[in-house]
């Protein structure tokens, strides 16, 4: 085979590898992915697309039938887990630019706050405000109240059903009283619909703060 041609093959392939890497590398600690139900994602970090010189945080389907849990279609999460100590009895806002692509179910951010004892976690996924539809980069924002018996919090973006999610510029602050929560969880009515609880079993929905076993 004439060595120019070979040459020219190991360079392409070089160059292909070298870009591939760049612009799409795996997720880094402490951020962590994970599917819920029977479909399959993927995560990864976009440098190709993303807003800012890190890279921006993608998820996407990439196989598996699309299943209903909880009422919520099959989905992936990109998370991070943190210590809830030194923001207990505080207010604080997870914000971040979001932009979907294909998604036919929804997409959005999501924050949980568990408290000792296994009571029902204070929980917001962004229901009836997600992202829906194609487009340019959204700001998108959370805000909770930490519970003063806060346990560990939990944040990422989720992508449920099919398509593809980015999440860039994320923001994990304290924020003072005059900032209004993005939604109130009351346990004591309503919970079973909104929040569920870790135990043996699993996540297991809410009832009067405690888990249904």
Known sequence: MNPAIVLLAAMLAYLFTTASTWHNTVLLAPWTSRDVGTAHYAAQIDHRNARTGPGAKTLYYHGGAISQTRGLSSHGVIEQVISARKFAGQRIRFSAQLRSR????????????????????????????????????????????????????????????????????????????????????????????????????????????????
Not at 108 to 128: A, I, K, S, T, Y
Request: hydrophobic share 40%; aromatic share 8%; proline share 5%.
């Open 102 to 213: 294909g998604a036919d179910g929804a997409a959005g951010l999501w924050l949980r706050v568990d408290q000792q004892g296994g009571r029902c976690p204070v929980f917001d996924d962004m229901r009836g405000r997600p992202i829906v539809s194609d487009g340019d980069w959204q700001p998108r924002h959370i805000v909770l109240d930490i519970p003063s018996d806060a346990e560990r919090i939990s944040f990422g973006a989720y992508l449920a059903g099919k398509g593809q999610l980015w999440m860039d510029e994320v923001k994990f602050e304290i924020v003072n009283k005059n900032v209004s929560p993005t939604r109130i969880i009351s346990h004591a009515t309503g919970a079973a619909a909104r929040s569920y609880a870790h135990s043996a079993k699993g996540w297991l929905p809410c009832v009067d703060g405690q888990g249904k076993h």
